[in-house]
Structure formats: structure tokens, C-alpha cells
């Protein structure tokens, strides 16, 4: 399914942009923006979809999500059902928090946030609920105020611990950015992987290209990435392996094939072993979903609302059940 594109509009005066979204659902609508978006979802519980994750989520969820990222939240069930679901959803352009992190020491601790987010983050228990602490200062009505709550917050969550999300190739043509301050070797390693991957790859041709030993190139894997080289293909291979069982209706052999895994069977168990689940129920998670959908604290982006009413609209006509 393609995501849909979100404009977010900041106004004149602002460099954040803070939604305050109240609603008895949340809707399955699958978009994306250029923008970083910090998300604080409460009394609410549902699934949530980043880029190729998909995982269930409760009350106090936060998660930052990189841009360009495809991403939404279903829930058609609030935790207290007298009360509506709440999202407090913050944007941001990476460009000035990386800027104010190299021109002020006392911020330096952004320029690893956005690093770790490359492939979103959903922060640890606790974390959303401590952030609720801060809700009165972040939905002041003035916007010195807003900024000030937001750097604070996430100079705070720079410390903390948090997990990974979607797979390195989750999001077309963006896979080098997560590494963008890593060594020019290992660039040229990931964007060999990035255009090889359904292609036999060896540890010896990567450290050819990459001009180094395979234990240096192991190393760094290790120590920049997390991961193993061989995990890390993997992780590209399912990546990619999601987009189309999201985007095509494809045979899943044919999936398998294109993404780099000769053997139905060996991917199958790799993919089960990585999501949780098999390619076919994967698949399954997005049948029949489509995407529904200013400066305002309470009101869309307009660039979605549309997309919202016309979904929404349709979908009552043929089902007359939530999304």
C-alpha cells in the first residue's frame, strides 16, 4: 500500500508544530512527511505500524518516528471508554535540532537522538507516562514556550533507552542516512548492500569494496550498527521483503525470490524469526486498510483530511464496523 503524504504546515513563527488529538478511535492511516514526529499516545491500545513494524501498543506509548518513515496507529477501543483516545503528536525538522546540537555543546546530545531514530524508537515503560508531566508547558498557547518543553524533552529522551523499530531498508532510497555520519568504508558497504541485496553478497566482497579487512568490517558492524554483516542483510532483505508484501500482490515465492531468498522455506522461517509472524499473516495485517485521514493544536494537517472523510465515509457504507 502506498503511504500517503502529510504536508505539515508550521506556520509562520514556529520550528515545532504540537497536534493535541482527541478522538473515540484511532484510524488505520498510513502516511508519511519529511518531518520527525514524536508521538505520546494515551488511553489507548491497538497496533502500531512503523514502516515494516507492526507490534501492539498501550497506554503512555512514545515513539519517534524518522522522517519519511511510513507510519500510523489503529485502535477502535479506548482504555477507559467514557473518556476519548489521546495522541499528543510533536513534528519537527531535523535540519535546525542538528544545527542548535553543533552551535550549542548544551544540546549536543540531539545529534545522537536523531542518529539512534534512523529507524524509529519507542522508549522505554515509563517514559510516556513521565512525559505527561510536561503536557501543560507543551500545549502552551505560546509557541517560545512549546520549543523550549520540546528541546527539553528530547535532550531528555536522548538518555534513555529505547528499541529499535522498522527494518534499515523501511523506507525507499534512505537506508545510507542511517549511517550518514559513519566512515566513507562503511558507506560504501551499506550502499552496496542497498543495491545487491537479492544478489548473493560475501563478507569477502563487502570488505573488498570497503577497502578493509573482513574482521575490521565485522567490527564495525558490530560497533556502528548493532548487528552482524550477515544480520544486517537479512534485516534489508526482510525490509525490502515488507514493502512488497504490503505494496503488490505478488505470490510470496515471488517476494522471497526478489528479495535475495532462493529458498521458500529458509524465507519463511528468517521472516517469522524476525517479525513474529509469517509473510502471509503479515501480509494479512494490511488487506483492506487504507490510509484515512495548521498551526492549530486541535486540528489536521489538511494536507490528510480529505483522505480522512472519504475513507471514512466509504467505510461505514460497506461495513458500517471501524477500520
Not at 548544551?106 to 537522538?113: H, I, M, Q, W
Amino acid at each position: 500500500m502506498k503511504a500517503a503524504y502529510e504536508h505539515v504546515e508550521f506556520g509562520g513563527s514556529c520550528s515545532v508544530r504540537i497536534y493535541n488529538r482527541r478522538l473515540a478511535r484511532i484510524p488505520f492511516e498510513w502516511h508519511h512527511h519529511p518531518e520527525y514526529e514524536l508521538t505520546l499516545t494515551m488511553n489507548s491500545q491497538g497496533k502500531r505500524y512503523i514502516g515494516d513494524s507492526v507490534a501492539l501498543y498501550g497506554d503512555n506509548d512514545l515513539v519517534l518516528v524518522p522522517p519519511d518513515m511510513p507510519h500510523t496507529w489503529s485502535s477502535n477501543r479506548s482504555i477507559d471508554v467514557s473518556e476519548p483516545q489521546i495522541a499528543i503528536v510533536v513534528w519537527f525538522d531535523g535540519s535546525w535540532a542538528r544545527r542548535l546540537a553543533d552551535l550549542c555543546p548544551e544540546y549536543g546530545e540531539l545529534r545522537s537522538l536523531l542518529r539512534r531514530a534512523a529507524c524509529g524508537l519507542a522508549f522505554e515503560n515509563g517514559a510516556g507516562a513521565a512525559m505527561r508531566g510536561h503536557l501543560d508547558r507543551l500545549l502552551s498557547a505560546n509557541a517560545r514556550e512549546r520549543l523550549s518543553t520540546v528541546l527539553e524533552i528530547l535532550v531528555w529522551l536522548s538518555d534513555l533507552p529505547a528499541q529499535s523499530l522498522a527494518s534499515p531498508a523501511a523506507f525507499d532510497a534512505r537506508i545510507g542516512q542511517a549511517s550518514g555520519y559513519e566512515s566513507e568504508q562503511l558507506n560504501r558497504v551499506l550502499a552496496l548492500i542497498d543495491t545487491q541485496f537479492a544478489h548473493p553478497l560475501r563478507l569477502a566482497t563487502l570488505a573488498k569494496a570497503a577497502g578493509l579487512s573482513e574482521r575490521t568490517l565485522t567490527r564495525h558492524f558490530t560497533q556502528h550498527l548493532g548487528v552482524s554483516v550477515g544480520q544486517y542483510i537479512t534485516r534489508v532483505r526482510i525490509g525490502y521483503a515488507c514493502r512488497m508484501l504490503t505494496n503488490t500482490e505478488m505470490p510470496i515465492s515471488v517476494v522471497a525470490s526478489r528479495s535475495g531468498f532462493p529458498n521458500l522455506a529458509n524465507f519463511n522461517r528468517q521472516f517469522k524469526e524476525t517479525k513474529a509472524m509469517t509473510p502471509v499473516a503479515y501480509r494479512r495485517q494490511f488487506a483492506g486498510s487504507a490510509p484515512d485521514s495548521s498551526p492549530s493544536l486541535t486540528e489536521r494537517s489538511p494536507s490528510l483530511e480529505a483522505k480522512t472523510r472519504k475513507h471514512s465515509n466509504a467505510g461505514r457504507r460497506r461495513t458500517r464496523a471501524p477500520a
